[in-house]
């Protein structure tokens, strides 16, 4: 039931930057994801980027642990780097918070037609 709730909430919330609380590099916006992720690529400034990435695996590491799962088991971060990086190109108003929700949702989605 919890976990239900929870992909419920996930769900329901993702886009919806006022409907929870979010702290630190999840609450900055996908602009400054894919600005900081050009200056890494180009090894000026590595710090911000990397403060991203660790938090968006510390968000993964919470849906993990919630759910008694690993729904990123299989996947190196470069992976969520790129899909992170894609999303924030396409909607670069959302936050990181916003964009590691909705990769939470596309995992679930792959895991579940990789189970059928």
Do not use: P
């Amino acid at each position: 039931m919890k976990n239900l709730f929870l992909a419920l909430c996930l769900v329901l919330f993702a886009g919806q930057a006022s409907a929870y609380f979010t702290w630190g590099m999840g609450s900055q916006t996908c602009h400054l994801y894919v600005s900081a992720k050009a200056e890494y690529d180009h090894a000026r400034d590595q710090r911000t980027h990397l403060a991203h990435l660790n938090w968006i695996k510390g968000f993964i590491t919470g849906i993990n642990w919630s759910r008694e799962s690993d729904i990123a088991r299989d996947l190196s971060i470069e992976t969520v780097d790129g899909w992170i990086d894609t999303y924030c190109r396409a909607n670069l108003d959302a936050s990181i918070g916003e964009a590691s929700a909705a990769l939470v949702v596309d995992l679930e989605k792959q895991g579940k037609a990789q189970k059928e």
